[in-house]
């Protein structure tokens, strides 16, 4: 097993504890379960997946050439990535400095509830470094309405 | 591991960790692998980045080809142990797929085993499992129309199959009961229908001792070993995972992505049959799981059940399910195997009762009609295997069958029948219980 799947695995974070942060610190596993139709923004393509590990989905923002190579069903591993707000919707992507990549598919669990980009939260008035969950304006994805 | 891949870096897909470590010897050592070679010898630790070298030397080189020959080259060198990688090979080729490459690897894995008769008889495993394989790839080959190259296969095929059947019937036998299933399959081919026609009335002529009728082969069950030749490793690790971990209503997701790999071109259907045996006859879940909120066999092949879209096709994956039921035998079989069909039937009722519906008008269709000669032995093996399932409380009791309005009255009637040796048995135990009258 090489080097960097250790350190990846080592610092890797669950999605139920990923808060905004304008950082790109964010060292996730998770399964892609949807993805959204592709959009053109400016030069780059991008669409937005729902993606989710054992404890929590997620809206991921793929750019670029992630739009076409990731597919439903995909483990992605994600190093350096961004939990932010863009376009007004909290999302997480690789962003510049990140990397996302297919490590595996179908062989890992997930729950669509809670959804992180639709939790609402508001910096820790002692702690401006610190985000507080506020509300949660739905337990699933909004955008990805739950498969029946 | 797939060798197209290597030195290929493919975007947005991590480094496979074996691929990284014998690329990374490869790169060490590529100035020792050509001339002037060093005429010293390596030490023993060396020898495992040495050959770690060489394997990637060999694998880069396009592609598959290449280490099919290296296989062919194994058997010439009597090289030991190489039947897993043949079976592995094997379990590559993939049903109902009659793209060039799949229909390719058919061909070069059949010229292999075809050129080494000699080999393949020292190896039963491998013998009797390219039977199986090609067996099952012919009755799906015979059903495309003639491009030349897929007449040259077929006609391969078949020399290869009535060889194995007609010459070593004893090895062929290993397959067990599973061999007549996937026979008749291919009994409107002439050469399979002459070979059928001698199991039936002529077994003399394989020249067999322990084999002197078809009820012979009836009696055996097949080793589940075998039910893995036509499922590939991808979609055995999907298919384990789904049964092993995943819970009752989490499942349509992973079910939809299982479809759209494996199940979603034409032709791919031919798969569900082998799919549904290795779930009843290869993949028994711990009590554990059982009674978890894991999902259940049964569901998982209701789902398969109603993916059938042609009725061919819907027919053998029932048969596939029922099968062990027919020439059940308490010594030999494994209730595991029997189970899913038992409880997809009474856990339909009431929501889905068409399926109970339909499964029982098939298993009374079998019964009937499989194999006339032998109708009362397959009649009583039903028996037996309602009787087990019911005494060892899968069921607790058939009522919730018996008594709906929804499935015909014949249907039902026909079902009560094949319980009256449990209810006499109920009926004696509850005698012998009060008055301790001896049976």
Redesign the interface.
């Given at each position: 097993?090489?080097c960097d799947?250790y350190i990846h695995m080592r610092r890797a974070i669950q999605l139920k504890d990923i808060v905004p942060a304008a950082t790109n610190t964010v060292n996730t596993q998770f399964i892609l379960?949807e993805k959204g139709s592709i959009a053109q923004d400016g030069k780059e393509m991008t669409c937005l997946a729902l993606v989710a590990d054992a404890t929590a989905s997620v809206h991921f923002q793929m750019w670029g050439?992630?739009c076409k190579?990731?597919e439903?069903?995909n483990i992605i591993?994600l190093a350096d990535g961004i939990f932010s707000y863009h376009k007004n919707n909290l999302v997480l992507r690789a962003g510049k400095r990140g990397k996302?990549?297919?490590?595996g598919?179908?062989?890992m669990?997930?729950v669509e509830t809670p959804n992180m980009s639709e939790i609402r939260g508001a910096r820790d008035p002692n702690n401006p470094k610190k985000f507080v969950q506020e509300a949660t304006v739905s337990p699933h994805s909004k955008i990805f309405t739950p498969?029946? | 591991m797939c060798p197209e891949r290597l030195l290929r870096t493919v975007?947005?897909?991590?480094?496979n960790?074996i691929e990284?470590s014998l690329k990374e010897a490869f790169l060490l050592l590529q100035d020792q692998l050509k001339p002037p070679f060093p005429l010293t010898i390596p030490f023993p630790p060396e020898y495992s980045q040495l050959n770690h070298a060489i394997a990637f030397g060999i694998l880069a080189q396009p592609h598959l080809a290449k280490l099919l020959w290296v296989y062919s080259m194994l058997i010439h060198v009597s090289a030991e142990k190489i039947e897993t990688l043949f079976i592995s090979l094997m379990r590559q080729i993939t049903g109902g797929d009659f793209s060039e490459s799949n229909l390719w690897l058919s061909v070069e894995v059949l010229k292999i085993l075809s050129n080494n008769w000699d080999w393949l008889v020292e190896e039963p495993i491998v013998l009797s499992s390219a039977l199986y394989v090609y067996l099952r790839l012919l009755a799906d080959h015979f059903r495309l129309g003639g491009s030349f190259k897929l007449e040259e296969l077929k006609r391969m095929e078949i020399d290869f199959c009535v060889k194995a059947l007609r010459e070593h019937f004893q090895l062929s036998m290993h397959i067990g009961r599973d061999l007549v299933r996937i026979l008749q399959d291919v009994t409107y081919i002439p050469e399979f229908k002459d070979i059928w026609k001698d199991l039936l009335f002529d077994p003399k002529s394989f020249q067999v001792s322990e084999f002197s009728s078809l009820s012979n082969l009836y009696w055996r069950r097949t080793p589940s070993h075998f039910f893995l030749l036509r499922i590939s490793p991808q979609m055995e690790?999907?298919l384990r995972?789904l049964l092993t971990?995943?819970k009752w209503g989490?499942q349509?997701?992973?079910q939809?992505?299982?479809v759209?790999?494996h199940l979603y071109w034409p032709g791919s259907e031919s798969m569900i049959s082998d799919i549904v045996r290795f779930i009843c006859c290869v993949h028994h879940p711990s009590n554990e799981i059982i009674h978890s909120n894991v999902i259940s066999r049964w569901a998982v092949i209701g789902w398969l059940l109603k993916s059938c879209r042609r009725n061919y096709y819907e027919a053998n994956a029932k048969l596939a399910l029922f099968y062990d039921w027919l020439f059940f035998d308490e010594k030999i079989d494994n209730i595991m195997n029997i189970e899913p069909a038992m409880l997809l039937m009474v856990n339909s009722v009431p929501q889905y009762v068409d399926i109970t519906h339909m499964l029982l008008e098939f298993l009374f269709l079998l019964v009937d009609n499989y194999d006339v000669h032998h109708r009362e032995m397959l009649a009583g093996s039903v028996s037996a295997s309602i009787n087990l399932l019911l005494r060892k409380g899968v069921v607790h009791s058939l009522d919730p069958l018996i008594s709906c309005n929804s499935i015909s009255p014949a249907l039902r009637e026909r079902l009560n029948s094949f319980l009256p040796a449990l209810h006499l048995c109920c009926h004696k135990k509850v005698n012998e219980d009060e008055t301790s009258i001896d049976i």
């Open positions: 097993m090489s799947y379960l050439s992630e190579t990731f439903p069903g591993h996302a990549e297919k490590v598919e179908f062989t669990l997930f498969s029946r | 975007p947005h897909e991590a480094e960790p990284k690790s999907q995972f971990f995943v989490s349509k997701r992973y939809t992505w299982f759209k790999k």
